[in-house]
Nanobody, 127 residues
Framework: QVQLVESGGDLVTPGGSLRLSCATSGFNFDYYAIVWFRQAPGKEREGVSCISSSDGTTAFAEPVKGRFTISRDNAKNTVYLQMNNLKPEDTAVYYC????????????????????WGKGTLVTVSS
């Protein structure tokens, strides 16, 4: 059974930091790119960051560049999203998703390309 389980969401004040985790099971993690998406209330889902399966390629949406980093631990089948200098506009439900990456270098923020999805974790940035 494929599972992607997000954790780490919380209420944080502006300027604070959070680290989200995406723990996976049920598929061959080593061959999948992992992507973080978010959806704020009343807004469309948007891609936030991605990391390829093996060559370390990463990408970030413009609003989070310089503030967010992404990493993966293949031994733990887990991907992390480190979020620094959080802003109220970062408030959203954050989802992780997996995309088959046969080349080892795929990194796309296109939600239509995802094979598996998690259920999300809520991040609230507010004073």
């Amino acid at each position: 059974q494929v599972q992607l389980v997000e954790s780490g969401g919380d209420l944080v004040t502006p300027g604070g930091s959070l680290r989200l985790s995406c723990a996976t099971s049920g598929f061959n993690f080593d061959y999948y790119a992992i992507v973080w998406f978010r959806q704020a209330p009343g807004k469309e889902r948007e891609g936030v960051s991605c990391i390829s399966s093996s060559d370390g390629t990463t990408a970030f949406a413009e609003p989070v560049k310089g503030r967010f980093t992404i990493s993966r631990d293949n031994a733990k089948n887990t991907v992390y999203l480190q979020m620094n200098n959080l802003k109220p506009e970062d408030t959203a439900v954050y989802y992780c998703a997996a995309s088959d990456d046969p080349t080892g270098s795929l990194c796309t923020l296109d939600g239509d390309a995802m094979d598996f999805w998690g259920k999300g974790t809520l991040v609230t940035v507010s004073s």
